[in-house]
């Protein structure tokens, strides 16, 4: 299943040297099953030509409101009422003012004037040097174009075409795509903050071997993604693993246990829910060796010493928040057999009103899954299906529950 499955978009390109990534975002936004219709202003046809954008989308590129393909010759009014969006990307400075103004001297602006401003969203995603970015008049204007009801995207910042530094490049095309993804996905934990442990431990035994397992970290970033798409304001906590950040995410990179135990007991003081995923080493070595172990010729292993980490999830469960209960905690249980048993004799353990359970070897590095929920009421099975999808389905069960 992809995410913009009939999904129908309208692509608007400005002026802008970032016209070239909208080529990428094109094929991108087909990728994942959108229909796309481009719409290209004068100014883009400078950076990029329709002919590309027509063989990427499929689809006449339409560029003029005086086109008469349109049986009605009305194309702005039959672009604008087909659409389940219209994205603007790159969106110039100077179209930015035109819309603020409402004029419609050209198809994508008059277009965008035309657009049922209740049922069609706009979404823009700036593009420009980082002087203009920075100027009160753009930034006057990015304001009142959010007040009148459009999304305004980020800007990236880092090296311009221009090859001066700073704020105002436009997302990467894969970054607007998850955006775009986000956007069209229900709000269920608006308001609310949510935190995630995700990934494995490394417990050091000297400077350069240590204690760690096979979590991908997978799940918890899905769940991380999906929390944000939901409308809440996310804090993942992670080992070592390399995934990239969900977007709008706050990524707390940590290594250790104790690390990982201090990261959530300082985030979960703001947060509202708290859903475990972390594999944490149950045991870290005692002391590690500040120089690396070496064999001593004697044949005998060295003598490790352990103790026990703490338990993140039991510890926050059983902590002044979650009693009063405002901090709702959600924990995971990997088992490799006897799954419900398991699993329901874990929640009551951890305290937790709802528990996961997955089968350790069946999920551990892959992109699929499938859950079993154990709460008060009994248990509920997600079937197998991507981590992506699972963590939707979770996180539209979490958000049920707090709100109740
Ligand atoms: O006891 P067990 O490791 O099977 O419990 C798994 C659940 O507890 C997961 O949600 C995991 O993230 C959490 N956990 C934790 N801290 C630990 C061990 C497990 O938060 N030290």
């Known amino acids: 299943m992809t995410d913009l499955a009939g999904k129908h978009i309208v692509l608007g390109l400005t002026g802008g040297i970032a016209c070239y990534k909208a080529a990428e975002l094109c094929r991108a936004l087909v990728k994942e099953g959108a229909t796309v219709q481009v719409v290209m202003t004068e100014a883009a046809q400078q950076f990029i030509t329709p002919v590309t954008m027509q063989a990427l989308s499929n689809r006449p590129v339409l560029h003029s409101q005086w086109d008469d393909r349109e049986p009605n010759n009305m ?36 277009m965008c004037l035309a657009r049922p401003i209740d049922r069609v969203p706009l979404l823009v995603a700036p593009a420009m040097n980082r002087e203009m970015w920075s100027h009160p008049a753009t930034q006057r204007n990015f304001e009142q174009l959010a007040a009148d009801g459009a999304t305004v995207l980020g800007v990236g910042s880092g090296a311009q075409a221009c090859g001066e530094t700073g704020d105002g490049r436009m ?31 490394f417990e050091a035994l000297d400077p350069v071997r240590g204690i760690t397992n096979l979590s991908s970290g997978k799940m918890g970033f899905a769940i991380a993604r999906a929390a944000r798409e939901a409308g809440a304001e996310v804090t993942l906590v992670a080992g070592p693993v390399s995934l990239p950040t969900p977007r709008d995410v706050n990524r707390i990179d940590v290594r250790s246990g104790l690390q990982m135990m201090a990261a959530c007991e300082a985030a979960a003081a703001q947060a509202d829910v ?4 972390a594999a944490v080493a149950d045991w870290r070595p005692a ?17 490790l010493h352990f103790v026990e980490n703490p338990d993140i999830l039991a510890t926050l469960a059983q902590g002044a928040r979650a009693r009063a209960g405002d901090l709702y905690c959600v924990g ?43 709460d008060a009421a009994g248990t509920q099975e997600l079937p197998r299906a991507s981590k992506l999808t699972l963590a939707r389905q979770l996180v539209t069960e979490i958000a049920q529950r707090v709100s109740r």
């Open 287 to 303: 002391q590690a060796s500040d120089h690396k172990i070496k064999k001593d010729g004697s044949g005998q292993p060295p003598a």
């Open 332 to 374: 995971f249980a990997a088992e490799s057999h006897d799954l419900v048993a398991n699993a329901q004799a874990k929640r009551a353990r951890k305290g937790v009103p709802l528990l996961v359970g997955n089968i350790g070897p069946a999920t551990f590095g892959q992109d699929d899954n499938q859950l079993l929920l154990v």
């Open 171 to 201: 997302l990467e095309p894969t970054e607007l795509l998850e955006d775009l993804i986000a956007f069209f996905q229900p709000k269920p934990l608006a308001g609310r903050r949510v935190l995630v442990s995700a990934g494995p431990t």
């Open 274 to 277: 708290f859903v475990a995923t």
């Open 75 to 110: 194309a702005h009014i039959n672009l604008s009422r087909e659409a389940d969006a219209i994205l603007i990307a790159p969106c110039s400075a100077d179209f930015i003012a035109k819309l603020l103004h409402g004029r419609a001297d050209d198809l994508l602006s008059l």
